[in-house]
């Protein structure tokens, strides 16, 4: 029996491999790649009221298209954490001001920050991983785009989380889209969302420096959707 190849010859052996597959089945792909927040490829994840779109949104589709960025679809950190695709748990909330809910809703907070952080760790480790594979596996990962005025996905524009909850307690059961939208406006702050903050916490560990994009979801609302400049525009 052939003596066992010590573990740093078989790394070496398997990378040699892997280059020479990488090059001898060379193809059309571009090896540059964007991710992008979920809501971006798919509307459906948004708070209700928020969807602009029946499904993507169509200018950064088209950007990343002209450009021949691959699209990554990042998790809806909301979804994983406020209760699924409707975010049952934060719709608890919605017009709960004269409820048991809505009187305890002050000591609920700091939980659901707390829970909600430790999901986006999660998931923050999970697409740092995947954008380190990319980059130690020669693609560029041309940088990250978020959702400005989302309270976990926000790049630059965050929502103050307490004053969304108060005026979301208010909420009458007639209430519109319209006055959903408003009380997100109205409660946009400088900052970023707790994803973000977690992903770029994540992204320095593995000491990747990957830029942030910010789509603007005030900008989308008001019916004027426009893609971030990304790199090289
Ligand atoms: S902005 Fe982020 S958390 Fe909000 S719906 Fe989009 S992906 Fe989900």
Not at 5 to 15: C, T
Not at 21 to 47: I, K, M, P
Not at 121 to 136: P, Y
Request: hydrophobic share 40%; with cysteine.
């Amino acid at each position: 029996m052939a003596p066992a190849m010590p573990d740093d010859r078989l790394a070496a052996a398997a990378m040699n491999g892997t280059t020479h597959w990488a090059s001898q089945l060379a193809d059309r792909r571009g090896r540059e790649v964007v991710f992008l927040s979920h809501c971006l490829l798919n509307e459906n994840t948004r708070y209700l009221g928020g969807a602009c779109e029946r499904g993507a949104s169509l200018p950064i589709v088209r950007l990343c298209l002209e450009r021949g960025y691959g699209m990554v679809q990042m998790p809806c950190p909301e979804q994983h954490a406020w209760g699924g695709v409707l975010k049952r748990r934060l719709l608890r909330f919605f017009g709960s001001k004269a409820t048991p809910l809505g009187r305890v809703r002050p000591a609920a907070l700091p939980v659901l920050v707390w829970y909600t952080r430790r999901v986006c760790r999660r998931l923050a480790r999970d697409v740092a991983a995947q954008m380190l594979d990319d980059e130690s596996s020669g693609f560029d990962v041309v940088g990250v785009v978020g959702v400005d005025g989302s309270p976990s996905c926000g790049a630059t524009r965050t929502i103050d989380v307490r004053r969304a909850l108060d005026l979301v307690a208010e909420l009458q059961p007639t209430a519109t889209a319209d006055d959903m939208n408003r009380i997100v406006l109205r409660s946009i702050t400088a900052g970023r969302g707790i994803f973000v903050e977690e992903l770029q916490a994540q992204l320095r560990r593995l000491r990747l420096d990957i830029p942030f994009f910010a789509f603007d979801l005030p900008s989308e609302l008001a019916g004027l959707p426009r893609a971030p400049s990304l790199r090289g525009s």
